[in-house]
């Protein structure tokens, strides 16, 4: 019997290679994942200071904060005072923030459920004009915010309904859907066809096939877009002026937080403990949420 053949240096290059194992015997991409790691870690340390140096502020008392700046606390023991926020929520941050709740869930819930009907029915049903009109809905996102407040102010004028918090909602409603379609309608076109019509098949009717086999397949594209739409209603400033107005009592904590600077900004260590309160509920909603944030803006731009 003959001995076996060794093995030609190519392939013995390839199998080394393959294992982990350079050709020169050094670990393979090792150094360039240590890069790569470094790299994430310093640019999230950059990105995390101006947070830090604001959360460390936002506990100074006034005087410290128009002396030195807040890195002067890592060599000097800090001094705790919360007489900023005692400031802040008793000048009115605390019935603000109440109203940002207000307006942002119902602005955030209303757009998802109104999008993710319109979604499936561009999706899966059969109507005259479904294309068309699907090219109505993103096409309205190029048409600026700035372009509809004047007549969609008029219009909520006569409607008796300017300074309420409905007018807020259908605002936001209106300027959120063309993504929130254009989104959701990507996604749920890339279900499998064979889940929908085994659906079909079984007698499921379009409500139920929706509600109990599209939505439940469909949460990362709608916690992803729930968390542009909730961020975008938080931070609002325009919208909220425009319809809401100044009053205290519907102020959202955007206009209360413009108010903290005084009228000369003299004020503005103030608006260091206002500005992490306006922070703490973003923080919450896109950290509990953003495991699905990558998957829901992926998912559904690829079909296959």
């Not at 499936?120 to 915010?145: H, N, Q």
């Not at 102020?251 to 103030?270: C, D, I, Y």
Request: net charge positive; proline share 5%.
């Amino acid at each position: 019997m003959s001995a076996q053949a060794a093995p030609a240096p190519d392939t013995a290059r390839r199998s080394r290679t393959g294992s982990g194992v350079t050709s020169g015997g050094a670990p393979a991409s090792g150094t360039g994942r240590w890069v790569v790691r470094s790299s994430l870690i310093v640019i999230c340390l950059l990105w995390t200071i101006p947070t830090i140096g604001l959360l460390v502020s936002s506990f100074r008392a006034e005087q410290a904060v128009r002396t030195s700046g807040w890195w002067s606390q890592i060599t000097t023991p800090l001094q705790w005072t919360f007489e900023n926020y005692t400031t802040v929520l008793e000048g009115g941050m605390a019935s603000a923030f109440v109203n940002s709740i207000a307006v942002s869930v119902p602005a955030t819930v209303i757009p998802i459920l109104a999008a993710a009907f319109a979604a499936y029915a561009f999706s899966w049903m059969e109507f005259r004009g479904r294309e068309i009109l699907f090219v109505v809905f993103v096409a309205l996102l190029v048409v600026p915010l700035q372009v509809s407040l004047v007549p969609l102010l008029r219009i909520y004028s006569d409607l008796g309904i300017t300074g309420s918090f409905l007018a807020v909602w259908l605002a936001h409603t209106g300027f959120g859907m063309p993504l929130a379609v254009y989104l959701f309608r990507n996604y749920m076109g890339s279900l499998p066809r064979e889940v929908m019509e085994s659906a079909k098949v079984d007698g499921a009717s379009h409500w139920q096939t929706f509600w109990r086999l599209v939505v439940p397949l469909s949460v990362p594209a709608l916690a992803a877009y729930a968390i542009f739409q909730f961020l975008w209603v938080w931070n609002d400033l325009l919208v909220a002026l425009v319809f809401l107005g100044g009053a205290p009592d519907v102020q959202v904590v955007t206009l209360n937080l413009r108010t903290l600077l005084g009228s000369q900004g003299q004020a503005w260590h103030l608006l260091t403990a206002g500005a992490f309160i306006t922070m703490i509920v973003p923080m919450i909603v896109f950290f509990s949420f953003q495991r699905f944030f990558v998957r829901g803006l992926t998912a559904g731009s690829v079909k296959g």
